[in-house]
């Protein structure tokens, strides 16, 4: 990837800088053991080889070999817990996913034991991925797919749904600590390219939740502020076409899922970003401009909720 191969720290593992986030941080267990290790060799083999020049530093070596011991014992404690609870991760089944794999080689079976519910595709629908049909999909599908992605990258998330989302749609999490370790956010908006200012509040929702990575996907493209905010911040830029070559790096089958869920039913009509149901069109009896506004608006409370019409929208 030209855009992934310019950051140079996510440099390496994989062609898609969304996948290396999953497989970034090691498994909690291995830090602690590794810890308890280099406590133990220092104060029972390193710090007495030190303090025998020293006759005052040398009458103390007894004491600082069982604060070492103590610390040792602790953290293999903490790493051999770690160790019998990296599969008992609490999870929620409809928002959380299996480890991340690399996309396997054309020649290669699909290793997937959680697929998306559209596994079937219907031959109806379109027969493959275009930047026009990823324009197309209104805002909360478009969400959804950036999520479903994330699904058949293996990779564990969760989305915040409707409401306001403070700044992030998507989060990502270890795969066995269930920590927090990244936040996506998504914005279907090809009319117009996405600024400094949301990929600014990107990086303020990121210190916000004292998370490292941040990622931001969109149908469109970014400004050159935002690309450069990104370089310096940590934050992955991913615009219209590059999320297209993601999809078409993943094998045939998770594209077709991909595929078969991003066009059920209907994926074009706004979901009223409130309510949830989908918005019905309208039009301004000053002006005679045509918007879409929620079904909910003449029930009590009304529901306010508007979105411009696209251009070329009937």
């Known amino acids: ?52 020049t020293n006759p005052i530093l040398k009458i103390l070596t007894p004491l600082f070999e069982m604060i070492g011991s103590i610390l040792a014992l602790i953290f293999g404690f903490m790493a051999f817990m770690l160790f019998l609870a990296r599969d008992t991760v609490p999870v929620t089944p409809s928002t959380t996913y299996k480890p991340a794999y690399q996309p396997p080689k054309p020649s290669q079976k699909l290793q ?22 990823l324009r197309d999909l209104e805002w909360k599908r478009f969400e959804d797919l950036c999520n479903e992605y994330h699904r058949e990258c293996g990779l564990r998330s969760t989305t915040t749904g409707f409401g306001a989302d403070g700044g992030v749609d998507i989060r990502l999490f270890h795969r066995e600590t269930g920590a927090l370790i990244a936040v996506t956010q998504c914005k279907a908006r090809s009319s117009r390219p996405i600024g400094v200012e949301l990929v600014r509040q990107l990086l303020g929702t990121m210190t916000h939740e004292k998370v490292q990575i941040g990622t931001f996907i969109t149908n469109g493209t970014f400004t050159k502020p935002a690309e450069e905010l990104a370089k310096e911040d940590r934050i992955i830029l991913v615009d219209g076409k590059h999320f297209i070559e993601l999809i078409e790096q993943l094998p045939a089958l998770s594209q077709a899922r991909l595929l078969a869920f991003a066009t059920e039913g209907d994926y074009t009509t706004p979901s009223c970003p409130h309510c949830g149901i989908k918005m019905v069109p309208r039009t301004n009896r000053k002006k005679g401009n045509k918007f879409w506004g929620c079904k909910n608006y003449t029930k009590y409370p009304p529901c306010k909720q508007i979105l411009q019409m696209r251009k070329g929208t009937d």
């Open 1 to 52: 990837m030209a855009y992934y191969g310019k950051r140079r720290r996510y440099r390496g593992s994989s062609g898609s800088p969304l996948l290396n986030i999953a497989t970034m941080t090691d498994p909690a267990w291995v830090g602690s053991a590794i810890l308890a290790g280099i406590i133990l060799f220092s104060s029972w083999l390193i710090l007495p080889a030190v303090f025998q």
């Open 112 to 133: 997937n034991d959680n697929p998306s519910p559209y596994a079937n595709p219907d031959p109806e629908q379109p027969n493959g991925w275009s930047l026009s049909l």
